[in-house]
């Protein structure tokens, strides 16, 4: 059977509706196939390279540099906070280490570096943020900001040892006639060239430190109240008097860094510890400490610091302090004795509980083959350790009132080694330097140190 014959205009109209459909799946194939625009045809959901994606990868990013920003400044505030903890403020329980006085000096040392640094990242990861993003972060950084600046004044502006203990603004000396100190008193005494002079103690453990001389040479009278301990060094090293300001404690001891070198030194041993003089040591020069009314009995013609007006109130806080007896034993990293006396034989140190020598008033030992007399004065004020060989002979002593009788000869002797009256008139123990501090400085720069047997004493 034959076809009827389709006529000619309908023909042109279905192959124009044909191209037209063939030319559309053609795009539709292409568009879907194209990077970026890929859609999951079962599931419906956007994948990789949508624009949808690309705004969440954006997102993240930001979050991410938001983040790093608040640990940048986080940062920041925490390495300011470490270096001034490092030497002022330090738990006790840290200043046992040694490598405390390793931190403090590096933080010291570098945290100018640091400090560039942080500010340098911080800018950068905040201009690396969209504008939008910027003011968000921007009331978090002001906080952090000002929390850095309040750690920056309390470490560099008020809890550090050159504004906590400022410098002496009045040195003036007078004599016996004229002095204001109360007899009573505790003085660091130094007799050196023909001259005598005494220092308060109580204005020493506020200021740690006063520059002086003795018969025209330079001296460095320093204490720290950390360890209870009073020094005298020869400030002259080199050819050259030292200036020093004090930087904080550092493993219970104060250190003080020198205006030359910046070198750091250490109060308890007077040696350069960290620094360009790591190293040197000053001079320990022979000192004594004891209360005033004995000084001067000694030394009659002494001269005495008088205390600066300026620090009144503080030097008052101080004589409290010192009278205060250790209850907490605990604080001081032994159990007992909380205070000792403590000297050098060769080398050997030995330390006497300040409680039972008070107790005893006098006692007699041998360090390193070398006999040895510890007494207190008649109030317990004042201790003293002597060497009790005189003109090659061992002399054995015991209290009488106002002082002491040996037992070989009869002769009497005061508190401050002198015969006074018998055989050996005119003769004098020699004195050894002896050290009034906390146990815990003792044993921390003489770990091996041995302790005189109180309970066990002339058995």
């Known amino acids: 059977m034959r076809m009827p014959r389709v006529p000619a205009r309908q023909r042109r109209r279905?192959?124009?509706?044909?191209?037209?459909?063939?030319?559309?799946?053609?795009?539709?194939?292409?568009?879907?196939?194209?990077?970026?625009?890929?859609?999951?045809?079962?599931?419906?959901?956007?994948?990789?390279?949508?624009?949808?994606?690309?705004?969440?990868?954006?997102?993240?990013?930001?979050?991410?540099?938001?983040?790093?920003?608040?640990i940048v400044c986080l940062g920041a505030v925490l390495t300011d906070l470490i270096k001034g903890l490092s030497a002022n403020g330090t738990p006790p329980v840290l200043q046992r280490f040694s490598w405390q006085m390793d931190l403090a000096h590096f933080m010291w040392s570098n945290i100018l570096f640091f400090r560039i640094a942080f500010v340098v990242a911080i800018a950068w990861i905040f201009?690396?943020?969209?504008?939008?993003?910027?003011?968000?972060?921007?009331?978090?950084?002001?906080?952090?900001?000002?929390?850095?600046g309040f750690v920056y004044w309390v470490f560099n502006r008020y809890w550090i040892g050159r504004f906590k203990f400022l410098p002496i603004t009045q040195k003036r000396f007078e004599g016996a006639a004229s002095n204001k100190v109360g007899m009573k008193e505790q003085v660091l005494g130094i007799s050196?060239?023909?001259?005598?002079?005494?220092?308060?103690?109580?204005?020493?453990?506020?200021?740690?430190?006063?520059?002086?001389?003795?018969?025209?040479?330079?001296?460095?009278?320093?204490?720290?109240?950390?360890?209870?301990?009073?020094?005298?060094?020869?400030?002259?090293?080199?050819g050259k008097a030292l200036e020093f300001t004090l930087v904080g404690a550092v493993n219970y001891n104060a250190t003080f860094r020198d205006h030359t070198t910046g070198s750091w030194w250490r109060q308890e041993v007077g040696d350069a510890i960290k620094g360009p003089m790591k190293g040197h040591a000053m001079e320990d020069m022979p000192c004594e400490q004891m209360s005033l009314e004995s000084w001067l009995a000694k030394y009659p013609d002494s001269l005495v610091l008088q205390y600066d007006p300026t620090f009144q109130k503080q030097y008052a806080i101080r004589t409290a302090l010192l009278n205060y007896e250790v209850s907490?034993?605990?604080?001081?990293?032994?159990?007992?004795?909380?205070?000792?006396v403590g000297v050098e034989v060769n080398d050997v140190a030995r330390a006497y509980d300040w409680d039972q020598l008070v107790k005893h008033r006098l006692v007699e030992d041998e360090v390193e083959g070398t006999p040895l007399l510890a007494v207190t004065d008649e109030d317990g004020d004042s201790a003293f350790v002597y060497e009790r060989t005189v003109d090659g002979a061992v002399l054995t002593f015991e209290r009488v009132k106002g002082g002491m009788k040996d037992g070989e000869t009869g002769s009497s002797w005061d508190w401050f080694g002198r015969c006074t009256k018998g055989k050996l008139k005119g003769k004098t123990l020699t004195l050894l330097q002896g050290y009034k501090q906390y146990v815990r400085a003792w044993v921390t720069f003489h770990p091996d140190a041995t302790f005189y047997d109180f309970q066990n004493a002339g058995k």
């Not at 990013?61 to 790093?68: A, H, L, Q, S």
């Not at 943020?129 to 002001?142: E, K, N, S, W």
Request: include cysteine.
């Open 14 to 70: 279905c192959f124009a509706i044909m191209l037209s459909a063939r030319s559309t799946a053609r795009h539709a194939i292409t568009t879907s196939r194209a990077p970026g625009n890929w859609n999951n045809s079962w599931t419906g959901r956007a994948t990789r390279g949508t624009p949808a994606r690309r705004s969440e990868q954006k997102g993240l990013g930001e979050k991410d540099m938001t983040g790093y920003f608040f």
């Open 127 to 148: 201009f690396q943020l969209p504008v939008d993003a910027r003011m968000g972060v921007l009331p978090g950084g002001i906080v952090l900001g000002a929390l850095w």
């Open 192 to 238: 050196h060239g023909g001259q005598h002079k005494a220092f308060p103690v109580n204005m020493l453990y506020y200021h740690h430190q006063i520059a002086d001389e003795v018969g025209g040479h330079p001296i460095w009278p320093t204490y720290c109240g950390l360890c209870n301990s009073g020094r005298i060094y020869d400030r002259l090293v080199d």
């Open 328 to 340: 907490l034993p605990g604080w001081h990293m032994q159990a007992s004795p909380p205070l000792v």
